[in-house]
């Protein structure tokens, strides 16, 4: 596994540059480093990161309010997939509470969902937070 930050600062690159920076700025380097860290430990926590697709961010009403809340989606490959584990509740919790509101952003929300569950337009109105880098090889 890779120690390098999130390739999201790559993926970044190809947005406008205000809607970057305020992924980036939410983005903690926190959330981050937890996520790296513990992706590939042999622990409840490590194997529901490993669980997991996709990571997604949705701004409502939009990334250009002035008042903005976020959800953040994490969404597993589907439910008992190769006998992981999927993230808790007070793993979602653990992690929502490493990005600190400050701001235009007054609250961060967190789901966990199957894609098989999750509304398309909500997957839509969202933006990928790429963990490419996180699986092994």
């Known amino acids: 596994m ?3 930050g999130l390739s999201l600062r790559r993926w970044l690159g190809s947005g406008s540059d205000s809607h970057s920076q305020m992924i980036s700025t939410l ?8 996520l790296v860290e513990k992706h590939g430990r042999d622990s409840d926590e490590g194997r529901s ?3 997991l697709r996709e ?7 939009s990334w250009s ?3 903005i809340n976020l959800m953040i989606w994490f969404i597993p ?5 190769g006998g992981t584990s999927l993230p808790t509740h007070t793993q979602l919790e653990s992690w929502l ?9 007054r ?3 967190g789901q966990i969902e199957t894609l098989e569950r999750l509304r398309a337009v909500d997957y839509l109105a969202s933006d990928l937070l790429d963990l490419d880098h996180l699986s092994s090889g």
């Open 2 to 4: 890779k120690k390098a």
């Open 107 to 109: 609250r961060v929300h």
């Open 49 to 51: 990161l490993r669980a």
């Open 27 to 34: 983005w903690s380097d926190h959330l981050q480093a937890r």
């Open 77 to 81: 490959y589907a439910e008992n997939a």
């Open 97 to 105: 509470k490493l990005i600190k509101p400050s701001g235009r952003f």
């Open 65 to 67: 309010a002035e008042n």
């Open 55 to 61: 990571i997604r961010i949705q701004a409502t009403p």
